[in-house]
């Protein structure tokens, strides 16, 4: 964390050994847990096992998480959260509207496959409502249609609405597909 100090100047917040300890205990039972689900499989680890490995109390594992589920959750979400600012960055850059969706493709693509365990997961073991980022990554791909269409690289005569619905329902055909096409060739 960062705080502005009396001179106006930017520093490291000095964070306590408590909350240190906080963020080892979290992030060695995140790993423990997937490494075991990975390896054994979602249904088959227990909290029992997760607490063991990671050298907790299964207590200790209520403090951080309600359920595996949420395990799951967290990471899914830690992952997405970590490439919202390159999107964002990304949307601003100054390519067109057709080079920024491709560049999104791309990445998601990579994202995709640097984590394709952990959506094969998710997509068996968790019931998402919606997308664990909220509407974030639509809200982007709106904005960058819309420029498109004014700019004259995207049609008018299909609404927004429409080409955002493509553009989002490739990427989730591609990421839940049981075929053996590699994302990007999808």
């Known amino acids: 964390k960062t705080?502005?100090?009396?001179?106006?100047?930017?520093?490291?917040?000095?964070?306590s050994r408590r909350d240190r300890k906080k963020r080892q205990v979290l992030n060695t039972l995140v790993d423990v847990t997937m490494k075991l689900f990975i390896e054994k499989g979602?249904?088959?680890?227990?909290i029992s096992e997760i607490a063991t490995a990671a050298d907790i109390g299964?207590?200790?594992?209520?403090?951080?998480?309600?359920?595996?589920?949420?395990?799951?959750?967290?990471?899914?979400?830690?992952?997405?959260?970590?490439?919202?600012?390159?999107?964002?960055?990304?949307n601003h850059s100054t390519l067109s509207p057709p080079e920024k969706?491709?560049?999104?493709?791309?990445t998601i693509g990579k994202i995709f496959k640097e984590n394709q365990q952990l959506?094969?997961?998710?997509?068996?073991?968790?019931?998402?409502?919606?997308?664990?980022?909220?509407?974030?990554?639509?809200?982007?791909?709106?904005?960058?249609?819309?420029?498109?269409?004014?700019?004259?690289?995207?049609?008018?005569?299909?609404?927004?609405e429409i080409i955002t619905e493509l553009v989002m329902g490739l990427?989730?055909?591609a990421i839940t597909s049981d075929a053996k096409i590699p994302f990007e060739e999808y």
Request: aromatic fraction near 10%; hydrophobic fraction near 35%.
């Open 101 to 106: 969706i491709a560049q999104i493709l791309l």
């Open 119 to 160: 959506f094969n997961l998710c997509n068996r073991h968790l019931s998402l409502m919606g997308p664990p980022h909220g509407t974030e990554f639509k809200d982007i791909l709106v904005n960058i249609i819309q420029v498109g269409q004014a700019n004259g690289d995207f049609s008018k005569a299909l609404p927004t």
């Open 171 to 173: 990427i989730k055909s």
């Open 42 to 46: 979602f249904e088959e680890t227990t």
């Open 58 to 90: 299964t207590g200790t594992f209520y403090n951080y998480f309600h359920s595996k589920e949420d395990v799951l959750r967290y990471v899914l979400t830690k992952n997405l959260d970590e490439t919202k600012d390159s999107l964002g960055e990304l």
């Open 3 to 15: 705080i502005l100090n009396r001179k106006g100047k930017f520093m490291e917040k000095e964070i």
